[in-house]
T-cell receptor, first 113, second 115 residues
Framework: GDSVTQMEGPVTLSEEAFLTINCTYT??????LFWYVQYPGEGLQLLLKATKADDKGSNKGFEATYRKETTSFHLEKGSVQVSDSAVYFCAQLPNTGFQKLVFGTGTRLLVSP | DVKVTQSSRYLVKRTGEKVFLECVQD?????MFWYRQDPGLGLRLIYF???????EKGDIPEGYSVSREKKERFSLILESASTNQTSMYLC??????????????FGDGTRLSIL
């Protein structure tokens, strides 16, 4: 069935370091792909999305490119801040049938000053 | 902006109680969802609804039921609460896609403890 695999955390970085959080998916078709972020004590917020191959989603300095050939959607940011500390979820939305999101297990990012 | 409001941020109940979690969205979305979030397991879908009075089981419906009498409101019911239902519960809504997959919008969650 459809699934999403994320790298296990926590990912611990110093402020201004480069961030990569890996995400790969398995799907029968060509899903839309999302990154959600969950700050402490809050619900999930949509961070960025991509709906077709080679699309690049971007927001708040974060980027991710839909790579069909490697079935990946890795999240990157050039210079992280302490305020980026949160849990990041990769998700896919199949483009057929009812639109149910399939989530990865989440990756916690901890950024220290 | 879309607003999804969950009635309680924190809730403590006792084993065997009937528990109601309420969720309201203000954007006239057709679809609504209930998830639970547990460490190491990510988000798991309990139930969802694509229209008023319609409901579908998600991946882990056992021990839960739902109610959707109005389009804006989606209630999750724990018929007889048990300690293994202690968790964070998240509600979400989304519009029906029109040529493009529509993201889900989430509430802030209800942290439920069953003693």
């Amino acid at each position: 069935g459809d699934s999403v695999t994320q790298m296990e955390g926590p990912v611990t970085l110093s402020e201004e370091a480069f961030l990569t959080i890996n995400c790969t998916y398995t799907a029968t078709g060509y899903p839309s792909l999302f990154w959600y972020v969950q700050y402490p004590g809050e619900g999930l917020q949509l961070l960025l999305k991509a709906t077709k191959a080679d699309d690049k989603g971007s927001n708040k300095g974060f980027e991710a490119t839909y790579r069909k050939e490697t079935t990946s959607f890795h999240l990157e940011k050039g210079s992280v801040q302490v305020s980026d500390s949160a849990v990041y979820f990769c998700a896919q939305l199949p483009n057929t049938g009812f639109q149910k999101l399939v989530f990865g297990t989440g990756t916690r990012l901890l950024v220290s000053p | 902006d879309v607003k999804v409001t969950q009635s309680s941020r924190y809730l403590v109940k006792r084993t065997g109680e009937k528990v109601f979690l309420e969720c309201v969205q203000d954007m006239d979305h057709e679809n609504m969802f209930w998830y639970r979030q547990d460490p190491g397991l990510g988000l798991r879908l309990i139930y969802f609804s694509y229209d008023v009075k319609m409901k579908e089981k998600g991946d882990i419906p056992e021990g839960y039921s739902v109610s959707r009498e109005k389009k804006e409101r989606f209630s999750l019911i724990l018929e007889s609460a048990s300690t293994n239902q202690t968790s964070m519960y998240l509600c979400a809504s989304s519009p029906t896609g029109q040529g493009e997959s529509q993201p889900q919008h989430f509430g802030d969650g209800t942290r439920l403890s069953i003693l």
